[in-house]
Antibody, heavy 119, light 109 residues
């Protein structure tokens, strides 16, 4: 069955960059887009955007433009979220979630990656 | 930007029925908003329950159902079980942009 496995927790200093990976298995990677969702400590879910893993087209929601970049490697069946110029406010759990094919929504979720930004 | 509003908290007795709602600041929620519902328990990743207003995933228990109710998206839990205690989030789409609601903390007591 479809599964998403994310990379481990990260502790970074302000100003550094981080790259979170999301490895897919159990399905054809390029047939399903990938969403990214942020959850700050004690807060709700925030939809960051998604990447079409066939065309490479990206959609970012306001507030996640500029320092946030979605990418993927089809040969590795892996999607990536890179965040640059990290700030304390980026401290959160980041989830990848597979886009349901041909409609809006998400079905399979990764386990989440905790990113802590602290000096 | 669209604001999506959910009840902050609800309480239900085991075996009871409860309805959670999801409203949009832009007006009545329709099927065009592609309402999705997710369940999240503490320390866990969210789990998808409902998509396209009322469609269930293969793993969604039959006691969960989605609908449109009074201009809002709704998630109804019937015969509530203790394990249904969790945070529930709705997700609405405007074009290809999604917005989560703030979540409803459901207590089973």
């Amino acid at each position: 069955q479809a599964q998403l496995v994310q990379s481990g927790s990260e502790l970074k200093e302000p100003g550094a960059s981080v790259k979170v990976s999301c490895k897919a298995s159990g399905y054809t990677f390029s047939n399903y887009g990938m969403n990214w969702v942020r959850q700050a400590p004690g807060q709700g879910l925030e939809w960051m955007g998604w990447i079409n893993t066939d065309s490479g087209k990206t959609t970012y929601v306001q507030g996640f433009t500029g320092r946030f970049v979605f990418s993927f490697d089809t040969s590795a069946s892996t999607a990536y979220l890179e965040i640059s110029s990290l700030k304390a406010g980026d401290t959160a759990v980041y989830f990848c979630a597979r886009k349901i094919r041909r409609i809006y929504g998400m079905d399979v979720w990764g386990q989440g990656t905790t990113v802590i930004v602290s000096s | 930007q669209t604001v999506v509003t959910q009840e902050p908290s609800l309480t239900v007795s085991p075996g009871g029925t409860v309805t959670l709602t999801c409203a949009s600041s832009t007006g009545a929620v329709t099927s065009g908003y592609s309402p999705n519902w997710f369940q999240q328990k503490p320390g866990q990743a969210p789990r998808a329950l409902i998509y396209s207003t009322s469609d269930k995933h293969s793993w969604t228990p039959a006691r969960f159902s989605g609908s449109l109710l009074g201009g809002k998206a709704a998630l109804t839990l019937s015969d509530v079980q203790p394990e249904d205690e969790a945070e529930y989030y709705c997700l609405l789409y405007s074009g290809d942009q999604g917005v989560f609601g703030g979540g409803t903390k459901l207590t089973v007591l």
